[in-house]
């Protein structure tokens, strides 16, 4: 029986593999399809939360220029990966001055927090860098990529436990991958690979790629001895700049739809 365990461990391990858009192999014992299920629930939850706390943000202004920017990258994103044109994109502006962050959620569901623009003072350029950034995690599935990692780290637990026939290790490491799903930052790999997608998505939404170096000096400044936490676990501001300015050329060569009359619809949650 023990053999059996491991054998089938060992075989999703190695059967849960998936490539991602720049063609890195990703470990992925969770389907993208059950990403998107799983983190709809964990947006609705949040969002009502917040709604309870009136910190969803609804000043027209704001409104209009995050719906507008973050439209024009959607709709790139959805010519360029068609699988996502049935997601429900949509962003919560959160009320909250002192956080320098935003996220994307595997099925296209977002949130922006109003410490970006009072402490960066960004650009639109600058904020569609962010947003291109956090859109390309979901659309190379790195939200299913991590839960996966929680996934082979709950397995592991689960085949310690019956090798040493400890009663209860399946329930130890199911918990493990719930609470480890939660946690787990996204690779630094991740991290690189979601900025050169997200830069590519700004300029072919029309913003200049020179604003995600700019971008990034930024982020340093507003950083001192306590980096925000968009910073915690991506690679370091200074190398990110020579990583990005090195990409340039590259997008310059790119035919951006310049300002698009038309642009995807994303819905505000208010």
Known sequence: MKKLLFVTLALALVSGCATSPTGRSQLMLISPESAIVESRKAYLSTVSELDAKNKLVDDPRMVDRVATITGRLVTVAVQNYPQSANWEWSVAIIDDPKTVNAWCMAGGRMAVYTGLFEKLNLTDDEFAQIMGHEISHALANHTAE?????????????????????????????????????????????????????????????????????????????????????????????????????????????????????????DIVR
């Open 146 to 266: 991590r839960m996966s990692r929680a996934m082979a780290t709950s397995l592991g637990v689960v085949a310690v436990g019956v090798a040493s026939d400890h009663h209860g290790a399946a329930m130890i490491g199911a918990a493990a991958a719930a609470k480890l799903a939660l946690e787990l930052p996204n690779s630094r790999t991740a991290e690189s690979e979601a900025d050169a997608i997200g830069m590519r998505l700004a300029t072919l939404a029309g913003y200049e790629p020179d604003a995600a170096v700019t971008l990034w000096q930024k982020m340093a400044k507003a950083g001192g001895s306590a980096p925000p936490e968009f910073l915690s676990t991506h690679p370091t501001p200074g190398n990110r700049e020579q990583a990005l300015a090195a990409m340039i050329p590259e997008m310059r060569q790119l035919n951006s739809s310049g300002r698009m009359a038309a642009v995807s619809k994303v």
